[in-house]
């Protein structure tokens, strides 16, 4: 089966497709007119094996947010629909990677109950141009789109750069790990016999 999905969103702010295997090769092909995000959503391909392909146009002018708001919602709209059923999945996931300096956690359960926990502060507000604010941003949407719990902590970090991009990562990590078929399990992973 393959796990594979592509989301159109067209609005008055952004114009967004986007495409994403989760049992990739990490391969990205990236055109979201927001430099940084476009690195970040990089390395979110790479380190956690997914096929990632966006073609955004937003209104950037204006500034980045519609447009990485718009990607985060995608994303997850787009992970939730190559999940489909969530059968076999592991669920959980956790990763913990360092970037130098800083240090960052991510523990999802894709458990279809959306919520989302960020313990950690930029000790810049812009990288580049980029409004470090506009990750708590996409991060929300993701995981309410995708309908993850999502947790992310950093203990500690001085470098902004840096401790985005030990985010990406672990998310990226954490994804893959809680999205891998598991032989061993027999239909959802829960006592319940369904998620949400």
């Known amino acids: ?19 994403i295997d989760l049992d990739g090769q990490g ?15 990089t390395l979110f391909s790479k380190h956690g094996f997914f096929n990632l392909d966006v073609q955004a146009n937003g209104d950037t002018e204006v500034d980045d947010h519609h447009t990485t708001e718009d990607i985060g919602i995608c994303l997850g709209q787009a992970f939730r629909q190559a999940l489909g059923d969530k059968a076999g999945i592991r669920r ?10 800083a240090l960052a956690q ?3 359960d ?35 789109e995708a309908r993850i ?4 902590n950093v203990p500690y970090g001085q ?14 990590r954490a994804l893959d790990q809680a999205s891998v078929l598991d032989p061993r399990i027999n239909g959802i992973l829960s006592t319940k016999g369904t998620l949400g």
């Open 1 to 19: 089966m393959e796990r594979k999905a592509t989301i159109k969103r067209t609005t008055g702010e952004t114009d967004i497709t986007l495409c």
């Open 27 to 41: 391969q990205s092909n990236l055109d979201t007119g927001v430099p940084f995000l476009t690195h970040m959503l």
């Open 92 to 101: 959980y996931g956790e990763a913990t990677v360092p970037m130098d300096e």
């Open 106 to 108: 991510v523990v999802v």
């Open 110 to 144: 894709l458990s279809d109950r959306p919520h989302f926990v960020l313990n950690g502060s930029w000790p810049s507000q812009k990288v580049g141009t980029f409004d470090t604010e506009l990750v708590h941003e996409f991060l929300w949407k993701f995981a309410l």
């Open 149 to 152: 719990n999502l947790h992310v």
């Open 159 to 172: 470098n902004t750069h840096h401790i985005i991009e030990a985010i990406f990562k672990a998310l990226a």
